[in-house]
Structures are given as C-alpha cells and as structure tokens.
C-alpha cells in the first residue's frame, strides 16, 4: 500500500471505532461483540505502530470511552479513567511480564505478586469524598471528563453517603462498577437488551426516581485521587475498602507466576455459569503501589496492570432441563433450558439441541454443566459436555416417542432425495389436530411475510387462542371485538386498531395467501410459482376436487417433495375445512402476470428501515410485477435506495458513494402513478 492507501485505511478503522465507541458509552447500545471491538482496537494501534505518521485524537491510544452526552453536566477527573491493554492468551501474559521486568531491570527470578481481580462487565463510576461524604459521582466519559450523575449513583444501597471510619482519606475518589445481577435482571429483559445495557440505561435517567426502581449493584476496585490515603498494596487496599463498607470481588486472589494466573483464570471461566454477575476477564495489577507509581503509564493504559478477556462467544453453565417444541410442520426440536450466562453482551438462556440424533451423539442430559456457544447472530448450542462434572445420579435423556402436546405418533420420515432417514422427529397428526402444531400455524399465518396483520403478533396470538378467541386462521376475521375489549390491556381504541388492521389485509394476493398455510415445504418462492400456474384461487381451492396433483409436476420449480406436501395438504379435512372459510371471507386477488413493459423495466431497487403501511415482500411484489429488480445488497448494479424508519447508515453512506439515488416510499410509490 502506499501512503494515501495507508491513510485512507486507517482513517476508515477510526471512523468505525469511533461510531463503535459512542453507541456503547452514549447511547448503552453495544453494536458488535467484545472480541470484535478488541480485534479493531488492535488493529489500529499496530498501524500507528507502524506508521509513524498516523495519529488521531480519537485513536484508541489517545482516549478512553467516548465524550460525555450533553444530558448531563461536564466535570473533569482528578486522576483519569484510564483503560487497560488486553491480553488474550498465556504468550500475552508472559510478554506482558517481561516487559514489566525489563522496565524495572529485573531478572526473570524476580517474584511479583499479582491482584488477580475479575472484570465485571457493568458500567464504571468515580465517587468523589471529602471528610468521608459522597460530595460527586462522575460515569467514566473519555477518560479526562465524566457525566456528573451523582443524583442517580446515590440511588444505590452498595454505596455509602458517609464513612465514618478514622483511617479513611481526608479526600479520596473511589472507582467502581455499577452492574445488575442476573437473578434482578430476569424481572427487568422484557425492557433492556442485557444486564450492562440496564445499567447504562438506568445511570442515564435524568429522573433519580426513576434509576431508584432498578436493582442496582456496585463493586468497588480501585481509586483515582487520593490524599491521606494510607495502605502500600492493592490486596490492603481492597480490605480498607471492605472495612470502609464498600462491596468487593468475593473471588479477588494474590497470586505470583504466570502459570498460577493461567490456572487461576481457567477455574474463574469455570464458575462464571454459576455467578450471578457477568464478568468478562480477569484485570492483572501489581500489587505493589511503588512498583505500579515506578511503571506509569504509557498513553492511556497503565504499564501495571492488564485484563485478561474470556472468550467473548463462549460459556459455561448447567443444563436446568430440555424442553421439547413443535413448529408448524409437527418437527419436535430439542431446546436446553440454562442458567442464563452472558455471552458476547446477550443473556442466554436457551441452547439448541438441534435434534435427537445430537442429544445422543454429545449425550446431553439434564443437570449437565456444558459449554455453550454463541457465533454472531447464530442461535446459541451446546458444545460440549463436562462429564467430569456429571451428577452421580444422571440418566439418559430419552426422546419421547409420542407427541408432548396431542399424544399422536412421533416418526422419523425416509428422505428420497438423500435416501436417509430424517434427523428430525415429528408429530405424525395431520393439519390442526395437535395443538401446538395449530398455534405455530397461526402465527406463520399472521406473520410478515403473510398476512402481516398490524397488533396481531405472536403473543397475541398465543393468548386469543388460550382464550378460545381463535382456533383456525378463519376466527382471525369474525373476532368477537366486544370480549376483546373487556380483556386486561385492551381498551376501545386499541380494539378498534385491531379490527381496522385485521380489515385492511382482507385482501391479499394469491402468492401471498399460499404462504400463509404454513404448506411445508412451500417457501415464498414456491408460493409465487404456484401462484402463477393457478392465477386464481379458485383454481387453487378446486385440487381438493380435480386431484391433478401429478400435473403440479410440469411446473419449472416444484419437484416430488413439494407435490406430496400439498397432495397430503389437500386430503385432510380440516385443511380442505380451512381454505374453504378463507375463501368465503377474503379478496384473494389472481395473480398478476409479470409486466415485460412495466413502469420499473431495467431498474433495480434495495429496501433499508421499516416502511409505514407496506412490508418488504409487498414493495418487493410491486417492483417485480412492473418489471423491475431488487437486489440485495448496495452496489454498482442498484439503481434506487428506499429508505424507511431506522434504515442501515452503512448502507445510505455507500448509496451516496457511489451516487446511488436515495428516496421514500412515497417518491416510490409516485413511480408507480400510486399514492400512500
């Protein structure tokens, strides 16, 4: 690369890491995982390492965190917030060491003792006392200046607002982590995304009152300034502290030799499935203060201490039992209730099994302590399973050979295409017999692709039906709006909302309408094919009468699978029951034939944030049937950019890069001679 090339690269990694920054200290929104952040961090400061002509004052070298918001007043740190440098394997300790060593001019038999203290993953605090009074609060901010939220960390019962004690500083900040255990934080996930997020939130309330009514913790570790302080070591300094009344690590260790750090950070990974707190690492300082005043700093980490980062898509923690769930097409899946354990910034309590054939090839039972695994948006599962910490009273979990919810029948199908017996198990009942199998079908059928019945989500769905309200996806549309209004959290308008909704998508396309069966086997893609060969739904309907099934396999796109599936949809009564009561209620609309002329011809389109009032597959059906494209990502190849509500910024900045044209739905629906 040459310079400019370098430049560009480099300004490009800020850029990223400062938008990175702002979103986790500002605005409590954590955008990638830790490991992603660490990487980027690395990333840049071997580039400054090795150009010497690259620097930018919002380089991970020269700040910590993020600016202050401007919800709260500026006050700058007596002593900075600094951050700490990273260490992500035994080579990183034993070169963080010998760096120590060579700084001091020790001999490798120099003996150091460590403050081995585990990084709880919350949000950082100084506490600023005079003559033993809480006087100010400040959050971490940059680094050089914090948030005055004083009202807010006063709120907290860990902390103290007067120490009494004779030895404590004449003035002293104290450092610590504001954090939400996770038994509080079950009763508070419906409305934050994970513990540090409630925290975050909480501390940014302008109202104290409002902070007062989340379970708020604080552990305290170290200090800022200080005068009158009088200890020589952090292990002391962290007895003071306990003495003083303030909480601290319970698993804090003093430890000499990086071999015993090693092992003491594989027992701590160990325990976290059962803390009830998150850490995410273990912080290494030299127990020393004159050894750790001699070191210093270097730009804005301490030389003397390090945090040592567990394994931001892994964890530990204990199967509690396994609960078998069925989808629409009756397939049982195996799903492993855990003791929630933090992984990569998202709470997780629930593990895939995947399927039977898993369950037995790991043989995963309950009371298992297992390591689970979390890969970018992947659904967590289970790797692998400590037998050494098996209970001495452990059985096999055995797959049940009958339904949990309708007692049919479960049966592994023969696949003709892999000429295998199926992995998954399902219920062998046909259509709307099982109940789970019904409740699932309903919620495909409201669902966005489908129906896409605004006020009707799946939890709705679950308690109309608990309620007797709905029962097949016809009740939908002869609801009795006077019981739903005399329901808990139901009033006239919302009831009113639901009816206008449920109105509004009366009428439906053909494609669309094949969708919402829930037909296995038959996506989106397969539903506009068919859709195309029967134009009309009573086309559709008269299969059940014609059984021109074999004729289905003349259609480019459908094979033997997708024929049987709807050969099997077609013979059972309740379905035939079903679209009969559809047909009779709804505007199913034919299918249109695509436009070769269409007012869209040669054009392609990408869609980016929510649109009021039309879902994606309904924008994309428009394009389509006037001749257009749409494409999936932004590139050379699109031609307009349709942004909503909450669109992509990455998207929109490289739609203007490459002057892409950018419009609403409403200029698109102008290029269709349409209004919203």
């Known amino acids: 690369m040459n310079k400019k090339e370098i430049k560009d690269l480099y300004k490009k990694k800020i850029k990223l890491i400062d938008k990175f920054n702002k979103s986790y200290y500002n605005d409590s929104n954590p955008l990638v995982p830790d490991r992603d952040y660490d990487q980027l961090k690395k990333e840049i400061l071997s580039l400054e390492d090795e150009y010497k002509f690259l620097a930018s004052r919002k380089s991970p070298s020269k700040i910590v965190g993020h600016k202050p918001s401007k919800n709260f007043k500026k006050v700058q740190h007596r002593v900075p917030m600094l951050s700490l440098s990273n260490a992500f394997s035994e080579e990183d300790l034993n070169n963080f060491e010998k760096r120590i060593l060579n700084y001091l001019s020790e001999d490798k038999d120099f003996k150091i003792s460590y403050s081995a203290e585990p990084k709880i993953d919350?949000?950082?605090?100084?506490?600023?006392?005079k003559n033993g009074v809480l006087e100010k609060g400040l959050s971490r901010g940059d680094g050089k200046e914090g948030e005055d939220i004083t009202d807010n960390l006063k709120?907290?019962?860990?902390?103290?607002?007067?120490?009494?004690?004779?030895?404590?500083?004449?003035?002293?900040?104290?450092?610590?982590e504001v954090f939400i255990q996770n038994s509080d934080f079950e009763n508070i996930k419906e409305k934050f995304a994970n513990p540090r997020n409630a925290a975050s939130g909480s501390l940014r309330q302008k109202n104290p009152e409002d902070t007062k009514k989340i379970p708020l913790k604080f552990i305290a570790y170290t200090f800022g300034f200080?005068?009158?302080?009088?200890?020589?070591?952090?292990?002391?300094?962290?007895?003071?502290?306990?003495?003083?009344?303030?909480?601290?690590?319970?698993l804090n260790k003093l430890i000499i030799g990086i071999k015993n750090l090693i092992k003491n950070y594989n027992d701590v990974e160990k325990k976290r499935a059962n803390l009830d707190f998150d850490i995410d690492g273990i912080v290494y300082k030299i127990n020393d203060f004159k050894l750790q005043k001699r070191l210093g700093n270097v730009a804005n980490a301490p030389r003397w201490a390090i945090a040592h980062k567990f394994s931001s898509n892994k964890g530990i923690s204990k199967v509690l039992e396994i609960d078998i769930q069925i989808g629409r097409t009756g397939a049982l899946t195996p799903v492993a209730k855990i003791n929630p354990i933090n992984i990569g910034g998202v709470l997780v309590s629930n593990?895939?099994?995947?399927?039977?054939?898993?369950?037995?090839?790991?043989?995963?039972?309950?009371g298992d302590t297992v390591i689970v695994e979390r890969a970018g948006d992947v659904i967590p599962h289970i790797l692998s399973v400590d037998i050494n910490k098996r209970p001495d009273k452990s059985i096999?979990?055995?797959?049940?050979?009958?339904?949990?919810?309708?007692?049919?029948?479960?049966?592994?199908?023969?696949?003709?295409?892999?000429?295998?017996?199926?992995?998954?198990?399902?219920?062998?009942?046909?259509?709307?017999?099982?109940?789970?199998?019904?409740?699932?079908?309903?919620?495909?059928f409201v669902s966005k692709e489908a129906f896409n019945i605004d006020g009707l989500g799946k939890k709705i769905v679950e308690g109309f039906w608990d309620l007797k309200l709905i029962k097949f996806p016809q009740d939908i549309f002869t609801l009795d709006y006077n019981k739903i209004e005399k329901l808990e959290g139901w009033g006239k308008l919302s009831v009113q909302n639901l009816k206008y909704s449920i109105n509004q998508k009366k009428t439906i396309s053909l494609e669309r309408f094949i969708f919402s069966l829930g037909i296995r086997y038959i996506g989106l893609e397969n539903a506009k094919i068919l859709s195309k060969h029967f134009i009309s739904f009573s086309n559709f309907q008269k299969l059940s009468i014609s059984n021109k099934f074999d004729d289905l396999l003349n259609i480019d796109g459908i094979g033997e699978t997708q024929v049987s599936s709807i050969k099997s949809f077609f013979a059972n009564e309740i379905n035939i029951k079903v679209l009969n009561?559809?047909?009779?209620?709804?505007?199913?609309?034919?299918?249109?034939v695509k436009k070769n002329?269409?007012?869209?011809?040669?054009?392609?389109?990408l869609v980016t944030g929510k649109l009021n009032g039309i879902s994606r597959a309904e924008v994309k059906s428009l394009i389509e049937e006037n001749s257009g494209n749409t494409v999936s990502s932004v590139s050379n190849k699109l031609d307009f950019l349709i942004i909503g509500e909450k669109p992509t910024k990455k998207k929109i900045d490289s739609a203007k890069e490459l002057k892409i044209k950018i419009i609403d739905h409403a200029e698109f629906l102008k290029m269709l001679n349409k209004t919203s």
């Open 597 to 605: 002329n269409g007012l869209l011809k040669g054009q392609s389109f």
């Open 122 to 129: 919350g949000i950082s605090a100084s506490l600023i006392y």
């Open 226 to 250: 200080e005068k009158g302080l009088k200890v020589d070591n952090q292990s002391d300094y962290l007895n003071q502290l306990s003495n003083w009344g303030f909480k601290t690590n319970p």
């Open 396 to 444: 096999k979990f055995i797959f049940p050979n009958n339904c949990p919810s309708c007692g049919s029948k479960t049966i592994k199908e023969f696949n003709k295409v892999t000429k295998k017996i199926d992995a998954v198990r399902r219920c062998s009942s046909e259509g709307y017999y099982c109940d789970k199998i019904s409740i699932e079908k309903l919620k495909h």
């Open 155 to 176: 709120t907290i019962k860990d902390i103290p607002k007067l120490i009494k004690s004779k030895n404590f500083p004449n003035e002293i900040d104290i450092r610590g």
């Open 581 to 592: 009561g559809l047909g009779s209620l709804l505007n199913i609309k034919n299918a249109s």
């Open 351 to 366: 593990a895939t099994l995947h399927n039977e054939d898993e369950i037995k090839r790991k043989d995963i039972r309950v």
